[in-house]
DNA sequence: CTGAAAGCGCTTACAG
DNA sequence: CTGAAAGCGCTTACAG
């Protein structure tokens, strides 16, 4: 009834390996339990084959209902868990997505990861998520993301270079790429959204509009860069300030500055939605209407725009279609339809003019 | 040197197993990629061993530039990705933690979110998601989780007995239960905030406060009754009303009605954050200023409250420490360092009152 | 109803 | 610098 027993981890060394037959073992009582039980610790204590264990613990017919408690309560009792990985090597598992974001508290990120995941759950696939500003050291979290996953989606900003060497050999498609782009990637284009909108600030007769923009170096960033120029283009002598991040406080900070300083100010063009609601928050606090005296429009299409009176108009992003192009690109590539490498594979995701009441 | 090659998929029938010598191979050159590649193949196409593969693929040394880089090559045109169980099953990897969550789209779940995964990367754990409101197949997606992690924690909800059932033999660790606990929790109890809350309201001289309640039944939820309990304790008669969900959308149309129906109303009592955000929308569409006329609380203490003015007074959870609590508990029965079956552990964390600008 | 054999894809000692 | 052997923990046919 007895079978060979395998070695602990304390005496496991260039064991030989024991062979059918290899007479009486002590299956020894551990006091402290030293390694995790395995199937083979179950079938050692139920006194059963390890298939009868797999029978067990899976459900299958073929077991008696006696074999079956009896396997289920060594089971319980060596407290054992199936390795995933065993189980993985032999019934395959080539559903696991990678979704790396830059920081899960603002809340651009929540919305795309929902689109993301919706889509993924929806093929079958589950999402593990990496958050490069949360997590401590953040080119470990890239690395082990690519370890434990079959295709990586996301933010990889300026380190995208690095982070796709440490995904190894995963497939991955860039969001909304920042630099040259190295592998499949999905653009997000403000191009015409912001011409639409430009358009629409001398529809309703705007005539002082002020960029409030964001960027880590002082500099306009290339979104306020596109705001500035259409603006011009229309004839407008537009003011920007730039924040030094996208923050709702700064947005705040900067609306009353610009406030004071340009009194004939009727129109904010804020760098994202997040900082449009502190632009709302500062303009609510001078005691200025929106929109009747200032109008102020966002940049994302964030749900957080309709919770707030006025609700804010935007430049948004349909982040369902984003996680559709990239799901749809990653998935490809990994079935061999898209090339995996030489001609990267690009999309592009436009946003759109939502005009809701700020604006 | 060329060894034995595997079966291909197509024609792996209970074949003989090749011995070693077993002859000559044909490395057929598959016209399109019926299976992933394998170190197998790779090893085949390079003329190299198993291991060999291994040094080049990990970076190891011992392995001479040229071989490696024929190696690499052999990989690269094969598209060769080592299979992660194949890598588990010996480097083991028991560092994947579930997070259960109910619908990333509602801005309490990302916080949470937030505060778990940076907790986890600290300790250099992945943290895959769950949401079982955007999975279409919410049994499935907890299933899932289940067969793929080393731990869950999260938000069962009602269906906690089923699916803890469903996530297999990993242990979880249930937040916020709302029935009978089964296995360890971590419990948010906001009953003393509450108090603080009520005794605030008397002594900034609030005279009629409003409950706006949510649930799904139209009855008063668990803490819509705490609320009214508490104020009825000291004196107060309050109005209640029972949105049908915690949305912005409900928490202002009940607003506005309360506006119009109790003249003399000064506070709302809002269910959580989300529904107070459209409290103040309400107040604010109505002309009714906020704190000066009526004063607003939310529960959750989200940052999405920072983001608005007035800034939203709140019953907070320190979501951080729920996190902790819940990965100290699952971490610990992992080890054994708690009892995994038996007396369920239990730890709770309460909210508490924090005042910004609205109350 | 139960078990002996083979194999999933990888890495880790150990020899040469 | 390279390879033959063993084994990680599981399941899937195949025999009895």
Redesign the pocket.
């Known amino acids: ?1 007895a ?1 060979p027993a ?2 602990t981890a304390v005496s ?7 062979e ?1 037959g290899a007479g009486p073992v002590s299956v020894s009582e551990p006091t402290a339990a030293p ?9 050692a204590a139920a ?9 067990a ?2 459900g ?9 408690g009896r396997v289920l309560a060594a089971a319980a009792a060596l407290d ?4 995933r ?3 993985g ?3 395959g598992g080539e559903h696991q997505l990678g979704l790396v974001v830059s920081d899960l508290r603002n809340p651009y990120s929540p919305e795309l990861a929902a689109a993301v995941l919706r889509l993924a759950a929806a093929k079958g696939w589950n999402v593990m998520l990496a958050d490069v500003e949360l997590s401590g050291d953040s080119d470990r979290a890239v690395q082990a993301l690519g370890a434990q996953t079959d295709v990586v989606i996301g933010y990889l900003g300026s380190r995208a270079a690095e982070w796709i060497q440490r995904l190894g050999t995963v497939p991955v498609v860039e969001l909304d790429p920042s630099g040259e782009v190295l592998r499949a990637a999905v653009r997000i284009d403000p191009g015409p959204a912001v011409e639409d909108l430009a358009d629409h600030l001398v529809s309703v007769g705007v005539r002082h509009p002020v960029v409030v923009d964001a960027s880590g170096d002082g500099r306009p960033s290339q979104r306020g860069v596109l705001m500035l120029d259409a603006l011009r283009r229309r004839g407008y002598l537009p003011e920007i300030a730039v924040a030094p991040s996208a923050t709702a406080e700064h947005g705040a900070a900067m609306t009353t500055r610009a406030l004071e300083r340009f009194r004939r100010l009727d129109a904010v063009l804020a760098f994202n939605d997040v900082t449009a609601l502190g632009v709302l928050a500062a303009c609510r606090r001078a005691g200025v209407d929106v929109p009747g005296a200032v109008r102020v429009v966002g940049v994302d299409g964030l749900s957080l725009g309709t919770l707030v009176a006025p609700t804010l108009s935007t430049l948004a992003v349909d982040l369902d279609d984003v996680a559709r192009q990239a799901l749809d690109v990653a998935l490809g590539m990994l079935s061999g339809a898209l090339p995996r490498s030489g001609p990267t594979v690009q999309r592009t995701v436009h946003h759109r003019l939502l005009l809701r009441e700020s604006a």
Do not use: E, W
């Open positions: 009834m079978r395998r070695l496991a060394q260039s064991g030989t390996c024991a059918p390694t995790r039980a395995t199937i083979h610790d179950v079938a006194g059963v084959s390890r298939q009868t264990v797999t029978r613990m899976n299958m017919y073929g077991i008696s209902v006696a074999t079956k054992y868990r199936p390795s990985f065993g189980r090597l032999v019934m």
